[in-house]
């Protein structure tokens, strides 16, 4: 159920020459679980500028909070793979154990993990792997993410159909609130008053309040949702449906269903680029991604990535020296 992963010879000849994105352009990084790679976008030109080897088949992937590390997990392995995003190499590995599956990046560039097959997420130390806290939650934890300022962590419990929510200080467990049937990934909004849930076997979005902690409301989507990301402004949403090789649009003011676009075969992971107008999706079985314009849902291209396209992480761009005014202050991305 986890990880169809595989081996592979990875030859020169197969990956793409490094080249520069443009100044101010965001970067999408792409897990290629089959090929062993992650792709990585320009926003810009929306082609692929670098292919990165990891030892493995990847399975989720974050990106650190100034921008510089990746953090890739390896459920097979118990492993976590540090890629630097400006050189493009893989810095360190982590051996972590278990089953590393989901994972996120605190504010003090903690990672949070979860870990499938013992049912729990751990804080582990980006620098050494070492494990810090470790909390029991339900049953095949999955996507995990943090709220925009890092005071908490959600995860989705795919097999007890529940999402916990955990201090990130503590690791403690605050809540504990059942959803649809198998959630699987989740992500915060914008001003960090909801978090959506895509229910895959219910083929739902649920809803909650991050004031009250609790379920506010249960939304239709397509079948088999797998990913799910929220646009900058925070008035469109955007979920992807395995099985009916779409993506569902919705406005966020009334949860209505605006489009259902058609994308690749089974998409998967879906994030929106920083500037807003873009969203990007990951096809599974097409081995591509799929661009698409935020406010109509409608597909600009596909661009080829690597085979098993299922996660993607997104890097703001970094304001160089030449840029940056002197006494200007710079708002941190969520």
């Given at each position: 159920m986890l990880v169809r992963g595989v081996i592979i010879a990875l030859a020169a000849s197969l990956l793409a020459t490094p080249s520069p994105a443009a100044d101010d352009a965001a970067l999408i990084f792409v897990a290629n679980q089959d090929a062993a790679t992650i792709s990585v976008i320009d926003t810009a030109s929306d082609?692929?500028?670098a292919t990165i080897p990891v030892a493995f088949a990847p399975a989720s992937i974050a990106v650190g909070r100034d921008g510089r590390m990746l953090y890739v997990t390896h459920p097979e392995r118990g492993e976590i793979t540090v890629v630097d995003a400006g050189t493009r190499q893989v810095a360190r590995t982590l051996k972590v154990g278990g089953t590393p599956f989901g994972i996120a990046v605190g504010q003090d560039e903690t990672l949070f993990v979860s870990d499938w097959h013992a049912n729990s997420v751990i804080a582990v130390d980006a620098q050494s792997g070492n494990q810090l806290?470790?909390?029991a939650v339900g049953r095949a934890p999955a996507g995990i993410v943090t709220s925009p300022?890092?005071?908490l962590v959600f995860?989705?419990?795919?097999?007890?159909d529940s999402i916990s929510i955990l201090s990130a200080t503590t690791l403690a467990v605050v809540a504990t609130l059942p959803v649809g049937r198998a959630p699987f990934a989740l992500t915060v909004s914008p001003d960090a008053t909801r978090v959506y849930?895509?229910?895959?076997?219910?083929?739902?979005?649920s809803v909650i309040s991050t004031e009250t902690l609790r379920p506010v409301q249960t939304v239709s989507v397509g079948h088999m949702p797998y990913g799910v990301a929220a646009s900058i402004k925070g008035d469109r949403l955007f979920v992807a449906n395995q099985s009916t090789g779409s993506v569902s649009v919705l406005d966020s003011r009334d949860m209505r269903v605006l489009a259902n676009e058609k994308v690749g075969r089974f998409p998967e992971g879906i994030v929106v680029e920083p500037r807003g107008a873009k969203a990007y999706v990951a096809n599974w079985f097409s081995g591509d991604v799929s661009v698409l314009d935020v406010i109509s849902g409608r597909e600009l291209k596909r661009i080829p990535t690597?085979?098993?396209?299922?996660?993607l992480a997104v890097a703001a761009?970094?304001?160089t020296q030449a840029s940056k005014?002197?006494?200007?202050?710079?708002?941190?991305q969520p």
């Open positions: 082609a692929v500028v806290r470790r909390v300022r890092g005071a995860v989705a419990n795919r097999e007890s849930v895509a229910n895959v076997q219910s083929a739902t979005l690597g085979s098993g396209s299922r996660a761009p970094r304001p005014a002197p006494d200007a202050s710079v708002e941190q």
